[in-house]
């Protein structure tokens, strides 16, 4: 997956340098993210039909654990 051109830092990651600083990049077939300090580590890669049930998982586990 060629994506070196388009990661973007994600609206949700916080201000300034921040502990949750989350990138991620798209093409036609994929959604990856990284973390921003870490960026040669791991990339998790979903399909886009698998993204939006990701990110809605990630938001309820935020809510029950209070954050």
């Not at 600083?21 to 036609?28: F, G, S």
């Amino acid at each position: 997956m060629n994506t070196l051109d388009n990661w973007r830092k994600s609206s949700y990651s916080g201000e300034g340098d921040g502990n949750e600083c989350v990138e991620i990049a798209t093409t036609a077939t994929h959604i990856a993210v990284r973390d921003s300090k870490a960026p040669t580590r791991a990339t998790l890669t979903f399909p886009p039909t698998a993204f939006v049930p990701f990110v809605d998982a990630l938001k309820n586990e935020r809510v029950h654990l209070g954050r």
